[in-house]
């Protein structure tokens, strides 16, 4: 585990955390985003930022302090440093009130990840989908405390079925999106990738496979019987990458084009 954090633009060693520190990152108003280091480069910094911009908008909360763009580069440098994390990494961010619920903070962590580069999950994952993970209005970009109930239950679900991801669904039953990431469909060279806010990674993957002959669209949502119906489905982790789905409910997947994306997306990020 890592030893330091910086919280509001200061260091400080993980075990000073407070009680109140401690509540403060898993109380009811608290707002998440992580983003993936390679090697020392916070992968889509900025595009990580807006998503938090959007979401403390939707909720009419002040940005912290502080918390802008460039500093935020240099509070992951410094964080990388004195963490010693050199290689693949996970920079997680959580915004928070105060004591006084008067005023919002930051606080910046850093993982170093066990396997720092990107591999070909050969296994596959199975996810099924669980009508009780419903994701309800407002949607936000970033990982929200108001909504983590279908993310408390979705881990349960994983954990009592031994399964990988539990597709979330909307009002009307149509799904939005996984507990892992945005959710891609491919019939062939056609992909659609299903996510309410797709992440930085799902666009730049997007982006590529445009760039290598794919028709790729984005949807909000899209009918359960559509993911039994495609060829290949796989999973936008933005920590892991590309994830293949061998296993949604009880159909079976092959991972032909799958593996192809995956080979165009390490190839550039490793290029």
């Not at 309410?196 to 909000?220: D, M, Q």
Request: aromatic letters at 10%; hydrophobic letters at 40%; proline letters at 4%.
């Amino acid at each position: 585990m890592n030893k330091f954090y910086i919280e509001q633009g200061e260091l400080h060693k993980i075990d000073s955390i407070s009680k109140h520190g401690m509540q403060a990152f898993t109380n009811a108003l608290h707002i998440h985003e992580q983003i993936r280091l390679y090697n020392t480069v916070p992968l889509f910094l900025d595009q990580h930022l807006e998503r938090i911009t959007k979401t403390l908008q939707t909720y009419t909360i002040a940005i912290p302090n502080n918390f802008d763009n460039e500093r935020i580069q240099r509070y992951i440098t410094r964080l990388l440093n004195v963490n010693k994390v050199y290689k693949g990494g996970v920079c997680s961010i959580h915004i928070f009130p105060d004591m006084e619920q008067t005023s919002w903070r930051f606080a910046l962590f850093i993982d170093a990840l066990p396997k720092p580069e990107f591999s070909f999950n050969t296994n596959g994952w199975h996810a099924v989908l669980n009508q009780t993970c419903m994701q309800t209005m407002p949607y936000t970009p970033s990982i929200c405390s108001w909504h983590m109930a279908w993310q408390f239950t979705a881990q349960r679900i994983q954990t009592q079925q031994h399964i990988d991801a539990v597709c979330f669904v909307n009002e009307h039953n149509q799904i939005v999106g996984s507990s892992q990431g945005d959710i891609v469909l491919c019939n062939d060279t056609q992909v659609q990738i299903i996510s309410l806010f797709p992440s930085p990674l799902a666009h730049y993957i997007a982006h590529l496979l445009e760039k290598n002959s794919y028709s790729v669209s984005i949807n909000t949502s899209i009918a359960p019987k559509q993911l039994e119906l495609a060829d290949e489905i796989f999973i936008i982790n933005p920590i892991d990458g590309i994830r293949w789905v061998s296993k949604y409910n009880n159909s079976i997947y092959r991972c032909i084009q799958t593996k192809k994306m995956w080979q165009i997306l390490v190839k550039q990020l490793m290029g």
